[in-house]
């Protein structure tokens, strides 16, 4: 995505227009392309090279921080190597003493002499023998990969980071789906889960059991307290899951130039989504839950097409995971992360009124700093089998015996 120095948009009656540029524009394209070239795994280049490259690109380009942002869009597919865990400075310290010291002791030697000495003295130095003694030096760090992106791709991900680097800057954001495919919906929710986005989901047809219109409130990293940066990150990562939705609608409140400014837009910007493989973009840790899972558990079985769930009124509750146990009993999984404190008690309030309800709940443990929560889980005994803690992010062993309990 792109960083705020480099976005471009302009103000308008009070809304923010972000300055997305035609994908098929050929002069971009070229740029594009020029930019994907100096990234040439092949060629290993380091970081310097590849600047020199793209400077060599950019130059003269009418609107510099356009090319910049291009370049950045670029660079993130890329993969560079990281320096070796050992200490550069000490290792470089004791190369150059030891140079010094065979100069000093041999000042007729030849140069042949010199090395030959050197590499005796310096044979047990982790630098010695390194095609550059600086590796650890950014401009040093060497591609190793390059993610496969067009030009035309490029400059669809410029146009969707240009929306990413201003919801870095949110607000609120309220954004209304209209769909009636029921995967697409429940591909959605499964990203706004799994970024662990503190959202409130209302149906306008409370009629079926899958809605076709639905209103999101999402709150943005400006109305977060802790760790913004990274709730601002998540949200701005399930941005482009939205772009994959042929109907929808977006209006965000963005603290832009000291002013609170609204960024209005739906599908007709044709903004295009990146997210293809869900399994590619789903955090680490959700894919490491489901392989174990999958390994260490027989009776249970997490079931893909989680079905949304009736709350109160409007409400929709949408779990982060469904389990099937073998003997067809299906139970609902819903994690309230460290952002989601001021939906605990309300869920709570609601699985109290409908005990038959299949649904247990986990609760980050960083959420029984809040006073109100705290005492309410002391309270409700009656609730405590259908409620587990977890630190970041639930284990297999936890689920499963909050699981377990609930079939009991």
Not at 133 to 148: A, G, Q, T, W
Request: aromatic share 10%; net charge negative; proline share 5%.
């Amino acid at each position: 995505m792109l960083t705020k120095d480099l976005i471009l948009c302009k103000i308008a009656n009070g809304r923010l227009k972000p300055q997305f540029v035609a994908t098929n524009d050929v002069e971009l394209l070229d740029l594009a392309e020029r930019f994907i070239a100096a990234y040439d795994p092949t060629n290993s280049p380091v970081r310097e090279e590849i600047e020199e490259l793209t400077a060599q690109a950019a130059q003269g380009y009418r609107t510099p921080k356009l090319a910049q942002g291009i370049m950045k869009i670029v660079d993130d597919q890329a993969v560079f190597s990281s320096p070796q865990d050992m200490d550069y400075a000490a290792a470089r310290f004791d190369l150059f003493q030891k140079a010094a010291e065979i100069i000093r002791a041999n000042p007729g030697q030849t140069e042949e002499q010199y090395h030959q000495r050197l590499a005796e003295a310096t044979k047990d130095n982790p630098l010695a023998n390194r095609e550059s003694i600086y590796e650890d030096l950014p401009e040093n760090d060497r591609l190793v990969k390059l993610s496969f992106i067009t030009p035309q791709q490029v400059l669809e991900r410029y146009n969707c980071g240009l929306v990413q680097g201003l919801l870095l800057h949110a607000g609120s954001i309220q954004l209304t789906v209209h769909d009636t495919d029921p995967a697409k919906l429940r591909r959605l929710f499964k990203y706004l889960k799994f970024f662990r986005l503190l959202a409130h989901i209302t149906a306008d047809n409370t009629a079926t059991e899958t809605p076709d219109k639905l209103s999101i409130v999402i709150d943005g990293p400006a109305s977060i307290f802790d760790q913004s940066k990274r709730y601002g990150f998540q949200l701005a990562c399930f941005f482009p899951a939205v772009c994959a939705l042929d109907h929808w609608s977006m209006r965000a409140e963005i603290e832009w130039k000291a002013s609170k400014r609204f960024l209005v837009l739906d599908e007709s910007s044709r903004l295009v989504s990146h997210y293809h493989n869900f399994t590619a973009y789903a955090p680490e840790e959700i894919q490491l839950f489901h392989s174990y899972f999958k390994e260490s558990v027989t009776d249970w079985t997490i079931v893909g097409n989680a079905p949304f769930i009736r709350g109160d009124g409007n409400d929709v509750v949408f779990p982060d995971f469904s389990f099937q146990h073998a003997n067809g009993t299906l139970v609902h999984l819903e994690l309230f992360h460290r952002w989601h404190a001021t939906q605990v008690i309300p869920r709570l309030d609601w699985l109290k009124k409908n005990p038959s309800a299949p649904l247990v709940i986990g609760i980050d443990r960083f959420l029984l700093k809040d006073d109100a929560i705290q005492s309410r889980l002391d309270a409700d005994d009656a609730l405590k089998s259908r409620i587990f803690l977890f630190s970041d992010y639930p284990t297999v062993d936890k689920t499963l015996r909050c699981l377990n309990a609930f079939l009991a």
